[in-house]
């Protein structure tokens, strides 16, 4: 497992030794995944038969300045693990997002709508799709959107929910896009469905989203009403509140295919919100 102590890392991690895989669990300190030879001699010292890559570079913005460390790691360094990969015969479980689409659908966005990616971030990350399917026949490529797990809590990057948190904390206004609307993913189920995909077999490309097209301003409020905060929030839009990269205004995900390889359904978001707060008292 490469990027294993990210927000999704540390969860598949966690759900695999739940499931009693044995797991090595390798973060950015142990292996770097943008060098090819640690990727390749990790790979030959474990004898993996499945290799799952959470790590990726995920500051969408920054990326715009600096698209070069973006590709590098979403997109040259899957192209490091899929040869890898393909070396010692394992199978590649690799992440992606919702934002390689465009935002123009009004539906949630199958796994065969046309992609197109509006900023570097997004770029780099269908390059290291196409990376992870040129290389191997049978890589899995999960797509998820917005995801926020308890992980987060522990992460640099942390998540939404914790930005919001914080936020919250100053007693300032907090003004969130209405006019963008995704489908936030819990990161244990996001785990826990990746994990059955694998168990059976599958292959391919696949949603995993939080199943609940949500504005974000809606989903803040849902987390300060599950929070019990009352916080001033505001809505804003696009227009008002700019930031360096575009980024599609409507990229929630169906989760039909995964729902149709028999996997259990999302459970309503408000449900995962709930599980989020009961794993942050209990972290
Ligand atoms: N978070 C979201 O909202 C979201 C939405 C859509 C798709 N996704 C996708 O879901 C997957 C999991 O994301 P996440 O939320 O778990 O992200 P995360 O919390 O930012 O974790 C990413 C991990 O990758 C590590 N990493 C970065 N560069 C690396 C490198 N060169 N070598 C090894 N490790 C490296 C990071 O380590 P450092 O902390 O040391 O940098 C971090 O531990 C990614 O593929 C992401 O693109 C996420």
Request: charged share 20%; aromatic share 10%; with cysteine.
């Amino acid at each position: 497992m490469f990027g294993a102590s990210g927000q999704l890392g540390v969860e598949l991690v966690h759900e695999l030794r739940v499931r009693q895989y044995e797991v090595k669990a390798l973060d950015r300190a142990q292996v770097d995944i943008t060098d090819a030879a640690a990727v390749e001699s990790a790979l030959a010292a474990y004898d993996a038969e499945v290799v799952f890559n959470s790590a990726a570079y995920n500051q969408v913005d920054v990326a715009e300045k600096e698209p070069q460390a973006a590709f590098q790691v979403n997109a040259l360094a899957v192209r490091n693990l899929a040869l890898a990969c393909r070396q010692v015969d394992a199978r590649l479980v690799h992440f992606s997002t919702d934002y390689v689409f465009d935002g123009a659908a009004r539906h949630p966005y199958a796994e065969d709508d046309p992609t197109h990616p509006l900023g570097a971030y997004a770029v780099s990350k269908l390059a290291g799709e196409l990376y992870a399917q040129a290389y191997l026949d049978r890589a899995l490529v999960v797509r998820t959107s917005g995801v926020f797990g308890p992980g987060g809590l522990a992460t640099a990057r942390g998540n939404f929910v914790e930005l919001m948190l914080r936020l919250a904390g100053t007693g300032q206004p907090i003004r969130v896009v209405e006019d963008h609307v995704a489908s936030p993913t819990f990161a244990p189920l996001l785990a826990s469905r990746t994990v059955d995909l694998v168990q059976r077999g599958l292959a391919g490309l696949f949603h995993i989203g939080g199943g609940t097209p949500i504005s974000w301003f809606q989903f803040a409020r849902m987390i300060f009403e599950v929070a019990g905060f009352e916080p001033t929030l505001l809505a804003t839009n696009e227009r008002e509140y700019r930031t360096p990269a575009r980024r599609p205004k409507y990229s929630a995900l169906s989760n039909a295919r995964m729902e149709r390889a028999g996997l259990e359904p999302m459970p309503p978001l408000k449900q995962a919100m709930e599980a989020y707060f009961a794993e942050r008292k209990r972290r």
